[in-house]
């Protein structure tokens, strides 16, 4: 059997062409640790931490932060996690070469405008603050995409249900021609992008959100489709006058929203007499297995910081509602999810809003043995969602 290789720092850094002062400083920052110290306290790099550290060099040179880069080698082992960072990052260099081509154009026009002596366009050069500020956000907007995907993934493919959350929730629609219809906090458009064939042609859908990059998302999924609109508001002010919608849509949203109230006031004022309005939700057990599961590992962890269901859930929610609505009925969504490998579990676990990935950066390995151990047999979660059929 092939021995082993061990590195010094000096000779692992000489390898990889960077500096030994780039080895030590991944070393403090938690992203790159040595295989093995000398008695003496020396590092040791292996072939294996080699192949680590080629990784991180080129999604540092892709333009990923450290913060960004920790995350994704703690879960290089996932190989479906790093492909979604991996689109992640796609999609934001897209993004900057369109606003580079916009903010290049905008340049050209105010050279043509002194050039020739013209009233400078102010305004356009405004847009090109702007758009900077935008690209500053976006790398915030489509981590949050990738988030929504690794969840989304673990549902799809694992739900005992067959057939599926977006099919059953778009029965819920009760879709019909000429229907105009406004989904407040779109996310990735799943509900549209999945039902796409399914939707009637003479159909008129605004998608919003307060996420361009969500909204950006959406419009390359569904293409040059003329019956979706979008538009980027905050829900507690919806830009249409009143009576404007046959169906208003809030998936999973209402229990984000601060001034709840504020909302479905707005939804009620834009729907039309006899309208409707759809909003889904999950009830207190909710995934509760996952919660479990690595509170067990380390009672430390918190995946998400709120019990979303306490602000509007399937227990609390009808009482909301009614202040609001003529008409209340809930309708379940009977489901689960039965799964026997680790790593569709891992990928949704980093990809909650929680304090998780600090806590597991130095013990990922052991994370994923324990994971892998706990669900020896399969593993069972409950699912518990469901949606709230109003009538105005």
């Excluded at 590195?7 to 040595?34: E, M």
């Excluded at 500020?133 to 995907?149: D, G, H």
């Excluded at 399969?378 to 949606?387: N, S």
Aim: glycine share 4%; proline share 2%.
């Amino acid at each position: 059997m092939k021995s082993k290789r061990y590195y010094s720092s000096g000779q692992f850094a000489k390898k990889a062409h960077v500096t030994l002062r780039t080895i030590r400083y991944y070393d403090k920052q938690n992203i790159l640790k040595p295989t093995s110290k000398t008695p003496a306290g020396a590092r040791l790099y292996t072939e294996a931490d080699f192949a680590k550290l080629q990784q991180i060099l080129l999604l540092k040179y892709l333009g990923f932060s450290l913060q960004d880069i920790r995350e994704m080698t703690l879960a290089s082992a996932d190989q479906q996690y790093l492909l979604e960072s991996m689109r992640v990052q796609k999609k934001l260099i897209q993004a900057r070469i369109e606003e580079m081509q916009a903010m290049n154009d905008a340049i050209d026009s105010t050279m043509n405008a002194i050039q020739q002596k013209q009233e400078l366009d102010w305004n356009r050069m405004f847009d090109l603050i702007h758009l900077t500020a935008v690209e500053r956000s976006l790398k915030t907007q489509y981590q949050n995409a990738a988030n929504i995907s690794a969840r989304i993934r673990l549902h799809r493919e694992y739900s005992v249900n067959p057939k599926g959350w977006f099919p059953w929730l778009l029965e819920q629609c009760e879709l019909h021609e000429d229907m105009r219809i406004l989904e407040i906090g779109c996310g990735n458009g799943a509900l549209w992008s999945e039902n796409q064939k399914r939707i009637p042609m003479d159909i008129q859908v605004v998608l919003s959100d307060q996420s361009d990059g969500m909204l950006r998302d959406v419009q390359h999924e569904l293409g040059e489709d003329k019956r979706f609109s979008y538009e980027k508001f905050d829900c507690k002010e919806i830009p249409y006058r009143e009576a404007e919608f046959d169906l208003v849509i809030a998936n999973h949203v209402l229990f984000y929203c601060e001034d709840i109230s504020q909302v479905l006031s707005e939804c009620k004022r834009v729907l039309r007499p006899n309208g409707q309005f759809l909003c889904s939700t999950y009830g207190h057990n909710h995934m509760k297995e996952i919660t479990e599961l690595v509170q067990r590992f380390n009672k430390d962890i918190v995946l998400s910081a709120d019990c979303l269901y306490e602000h509007f859930g399937l227990e609390n929610g009808a009482d909301i509602l009614n202040a609001f609505f003529d008409e209340v009925e809930e309708r379940i969504y009977e489901d689960a999810i039965e799964i026997d490998e680790p790593e569709p579990l891992i990928s949704y676990i980093l990809s909650c809003h929680g304090n998780q990935n600090q806590l597991l950066l130095d013990q990922y390995k052991e994370f994923g043995e324990f994971v892998s151990n706990q669900m020896r047999g399969g593993f069972h979660i409950t699912k518990e969602a469901g949606a709230f059929v109003c009538r105005k």
